[in-house]
């Protein structure tokens, strides 16, 4: 009897290590490379998309959320995260840039905004947790967001990365 509970511990330990490393049911991987631009491309490993926003809006309506994965590039551009959605480099920071130089920011219908022109490199918007990531990147050019605040005026937030009402994960990053 001790011998089958023993073997039985040592079964459910094995069953739970297996299961924490499966991806979470539901999650949906897509890929973006700069080199396919100016083809948009379908997020697929083998067709990847031009655009890591591109990617993110995709992801935002599915349940499950998922990650994209950015492979070594410049991308011009600012981006918006949304809950369920992490975004990481195949590479690290040294080959992979995210530059929002006189890029607007992506509003919560992903669309560019055209009212104010400048953004904040990365901005997450409310509803994020630890699980979701922003992992491996060089993040430049932000000009920072703009904020109304009726208690203390306007104002510009966050110029690399602007996060509101959230608590994202942000690891292994260079923010110049």
């Known amino acids: 009897m001790r011998t089958l509970r023993g073997g ?3 079964l459910a330990v094995v069953a739970v290590c297996l ?3 499966l991806p979470a049911l539901g999650q949906t991987d897509r890929w ?3 080199d396919t631009c100016p083809a948009i491309g379908t997020g697929e ?3 990847p ?8 809006c995709e992801l935002k309506d599915i349940s499950g959320g998922g990650t994209v994965h950015v492979n070594p590039g410049y991308y011009n551009e600012a981006i918006r995260f949304f809950p369920r959605v992490s975004v990481k480099s195949t590479d690290g920071p040294e080959v992979t840039t995210i530059d929002a130089t006189g890029r607007p920011c992506t509003t919560s219908a992903c669309v560019e905004c055209t009212e104010n022109l400048t953004c904040a490199v990365v901005v997450w918007g409310s509803g994020s ?3 979701d990531r922003l ?3 060089r993040i430049t050019g932000g000009a920072g967001l703009f904020r109304s605040n009726p208690d203390e005026g306007n104002g510009i937030a966050g110029g690399g ?5 959230s608590s994202p994960t942000i690891t292994e990053n260079e923010i110049t």
């Open 32 to 34: 973006v490379d700069d």
């Open 161 to 165: 990365i602007f996060v509101f009402d």
């Open 8 to 10: 039985f511990f040592l």
């Open 19 to 21: 299961t924490a490393t």
């Open 135 to 137: 992992e491996g990147f």
């Open 49 to 56: 998309y031009c655009k890591i926003q591109d990617a993110i």
């Open 129 to 131: 947790g630890n699980d």
């Open 45 to 47: 490993e083998n067709d």
